[in-house]
């Protein structure tokens, strides 16, 4: 069975960072384009930073851009979403997804390209 799990959100006061976790089982990350979104109340998914399986191509939330960057460990199967400089406004579920390496590269973060989705990592970002 093909899962992932998001892990490491928290409350975190503005200014500070956190490193979000996303991984794997029954599955290669490393041959998936992967997706970091987020979704707060009232508010429509959003794409905050998606990545070709190949790498070759990044697309960043203009938002996040300079404060939100990607790793991954193939080894433990497990991709990261470094965020610092944190903002209210980042505060919402985080959700990692996987989705196939055919991927155009302008539909990179589109919720709908991605087949297999996390449960969701609670990120609050207040004083």
């Known amino acids: 069975q093909l899962q992932l799990v998001e892990s490491g959100g928290r409350l975190v006061q503005p200014g500070g960072s956190l490193r979000l976790s996303c991984a794997a089982s029954g599955f290669g990350l490393e041959y998936h384009a992967i997706g970091w979104f987020r979704q707060a109340p009232g508010k429509e998914r959003e794409g905050v930073l998606c990545?070709?399986?190949?790498?070759?191509?990044?697309t960043y939330a203009d938002s996040v851009k300079g404060r939100f960057t990607f790793s991954r460990d193939n080894v433990k199967d497990t991709v990261y979403l470094q965020m610092n400089s944190l903002k209210p406004e980042d505060t919402a579920v985080y959700y990692c997804?996987?989705?196939?390496?055919?991927?155009?590269?302008?539909?990179?973060?589109?919720?709908?390209?991605?087949?297999?989705w996390g449960q969701g990592t609670q990120v609050t970002v207040s004083s």
């Open positions: 990545i070709s399986n190949s790498g070759d191509t990044t």
């Open positions: 997804a996987a989705g196939p390496d055919h991927i155009l590269h302008f539909r990179l973060c589109a919720p709908g390209e991605y087949d297999y």
